[in-house]
């Protein structure tokens, strides 16, 4: 192994039983610096980024010597769950299946391991923070590291492309049908920086609503003089603009006042409206 592609991750532990924490449970003294994910935005360029299924289990970070949480806990892990892991830090989710989250809490977070209940975890491995290349440099990192070891309970998630937005909502209706909780994407030739940022975006499921559209916002740029966003009221009284994924033939004959819509969205924001709606089709006639 080329140890000029890699940085070391030094760590110490404490024993905390006071501040809030449970008595036995081990902590790092200082958290893991990882990569937090942003929301999903059309203005990406998906062509740039690699796409995953998003895994509904706890997020692990092995520091080249301990299995942790993102807050730092440590993971009582048996021994031969984690002899093999590499010597650079990588982390990935503990997962036991989709809508197994309880099984892998009730599991993982044991200050005792239980042995047989450990046999059902898998470490998904997605990201290699001790490798110093581009994302997809670590991702073939990582894929050699899981063909060299060839363990049940390691495992590297696979990542793919995709060639439009449209591509990647068809996947995500696709994997979520079937019970996955959504997609992260993953910025190809990024280097690996902590923090909340571009690198890494989630993206939760795309739900279907229904609309009527009350008025519009008249475009600007290259819209002027077409239809920049319909104003659309829910069931509720609620209002908003869809301002995306109309064709340039929908802006410039956009749906009549009085029509319903259907467009898609990807769950909540803070103030109850649909996050990232985009305009999907005209509802057909009842």
């Not at 806990?73 to 997962?95: C, K, Y």
């Not at 491995?125 to 894929?143: M, N, S, V």
């Not at 077409?226 to 829910?234: D, H, Q, R, S, T």
Request: proline share 4%; charged share 25%; aromatic share 12%.
């Amino acid at each position: 192994m080329n140890r000029a592609n890699y940085w070391p991750y030094i760590i110490s532990i404490s024993m905390l039983s006071t501040d809030g924490f449970a008595e036995g449970v081990a902590y790092l003294d200082t958290k893991p610096s990882v990569v937090n994910a942003i929301n999903y935005d059309q203005s990406l360029n998906i062509n740039e980024y690699y796409v995953s299924e998003k895994l509904d289990g706890i997020r692990a970070i092995w520091t080249g010597e301990q299995l942790v949480t993102r807050s730092g806990r440590v993971i009582n892990a048996p021994d031969w769950f984690t002899h093999s892991l590499p010597a650079i830090m990588v982390e990935g989710e503990l997962w036991a299946g989709r809508q197994q989250f309880s099984k892998v809490q009730n599991t993982v977070l044991d200050l005792k391991p239980d042995n047989e209940a450990w046999q059902e975890i898998r470490f998904k491995l997605f990201d290699a923070p001790g490798h110093l290349g581009t994302f997809e440099q670590r991702y073939e990192f990582l894929k050699r590291y899981c063909e060299s070891v060839a363990l049940r309970h390691v495992q590297c998630v696979e990542q793919r492309t995709v060639l439009s937005h449209k591509e990647l909502d068809d996947y995500l209706e696709s994997i979520t049908a079937n019970k996955a909780e959504g997609l992260m994407l993953k910025l190809k030739h990024e280097v690996y920086h902590p923090g909340r940022n571009h690198s890494l975006v989630k993206v939760k499921t795309v739900q279907d609503m229904e609309g009527l559209v009350v008025g519009y916002k008249e475009g600007k740029g290259k819209y002027q003089g077409k239809m920049g966003a319909l104003l659309i009221e829910l069931s509720d009284g609620a209002r908003f603009y869809v301002g995306s994924g109309f064709s340039d033939i929908e802006r410039t004959n956009p749906p009549k006042i009085g029509t319903m819509i259907t467009f898609k969205h990807n769950g909540w924001t803070v103030n109850g409206l649909p996050r990232f709606a985009r305009f999907f089709r005209i509802r057909d006639p009842e």
